[in-house]
């Protein structure tokens, strides 16, 4: 079976064409501090926690063919990870839908990446205020942009090279729970470094007992004697991992979220990643070893990855862009 080339469909489809009214607005748009603005206008104050310590959660949903894909559950874990932090959304959950819609709309886009987060913003003034959350002023920001694909058409038809790090295991739970998606990410991109230092292309992380968590901004998984697999804790509850769990149902496929070691991935039929911004993608090799030969993307991989697409594009889990929005006032 051949892998539908998604990226090239949205680069040459007419129905994913770009319709930007505001060419300011052509590389994307953003809300910043109450307000509408081109995407390369905006920014965020220095002293905001979000960047100096890596202090906030994020989401990310994804736009294609002027479709929004999960919009009420990306929302509801949003808001799940506020509570787990102790940060307040600014917005209330109709609101932010209006704003993640109104990005889209500004910038014209049919397919896109859509970003959002509430940081814990601007520290008290007052020298013992840091013990309590409520005297930050946590900001909220988005932006939406053309959607990226981790990886592209020819890298998810022939497969991915992945390592399991051997320097690095995923941060524990009861340090920062993965589960409320946040900016802690240097586990996870220094593993994708010593990727590249092996030779692969990217990475899938462990806990301290060799079991797997989930790879750099994806989940994982192996199907194992036939069935698929990904763990079930240590990890994001990703929508894209919920969504192959709902299309391994409709397969026919058997399906189990359980503890998986990294030993399973090496001796596995097959293995893929899932993620907002890369949809299903296939692994042809772990830690050097090829996986199938002749080498490439597995069969069921391919076959979850363009059920995916098709229903997608149908209208699965899809709320529809307002574009109307577009043109309201800042
Ligand atoms: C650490 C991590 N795990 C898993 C995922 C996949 O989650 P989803 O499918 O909801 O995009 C992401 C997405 O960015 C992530 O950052």
């Known amino acids: 079976m051949e892998l539908i080339r998604a990226q090239e469909i949205m680069f040459t489809h007419p129905d994913h ?88 709309a500004r910038a014209g886009l049919r397919d896109a ?14 020298r013992n205020d840091m013990v309590d959350p409520d005297k930050f002023e946590n900001r909220f920001y988005a932006f939406a942009t053309n959607f990226v694909f981790m990886f592209d058409d020819d890298q998810r038809a022939r497969g991915i090279d992945l390592i399991v790090s051997r320097d690095r295991i995923r941060i524990p739970p009861r340090a920062v729970d993965p589960r409320a998606k946040n900016f802690h990410w240097l586990d996870m991109q220094m593993a994708l470094f010593e990727a590249g230092d092996r030779g692969a292309e990217w990475a899938v992380l462990t806990d301290a007992d060799g079991y797997l968590a989930e790879a750099t901004g994806a989940n994982i998984f192996a199907i194992v004697d036939g069935a698929v697999v990904t763990p079930d804790s240590g990890c994001l509850e990703g929508l894209t991992r919920q969504s192959v769990l709902e299309l391994c149902r409709e397969l026919g496929l058997p399906a189990v979220c359980r503890r998986v070691h990294a030993d399973e991935l090496r001796a596995a039929q097959e293995v893929f990643m899932t993620t907002t911004a890369g949809s299903i993608m296939p692994v042809r090799s772990v830690d050097s070893h090829v996986l199938s030969e002749p080498s490439g993307a597995g069969e069921i991989s391919i076959r979850l990855h363009n059920l995916y697409w098709e229903k997608r594009w149908a209208g699965w889990h899809a709320t529809p862009v307002r574009y109307d929005l577009a043109g309201s006032p800042t």
Do not use: K
């Open 113 to 126: 990446y859509v970003w959002w987060t509430v940081t814990r913003g601007l520290p008290p003034m007052g």
């Open 17 to 104: 064409a770009q319709q930007v009214s505001d060419p300011d607005y052509a590389f994307g748009a953003a809300f910043v501090a109450d307000r509408f603005c081109p995407l390369l206008e905006a920014s965020i104050p220095l002293v905001d926690a979000g960047l100096f310590h890596a202090d906030a959660v994020y989401d990310v949903v994804s736009v294609s063919r002027g479709m929004f894909f999960r919009l009420e559950e990306h929302q509801a874990r949003f808001a799940r990870a506020c509570d787990a932090i102790r940060v307040r959304n600014p917005y209330d959950t109709a609101q932010e839908a209006a704003i993640l819609h109104e990005v889209v």
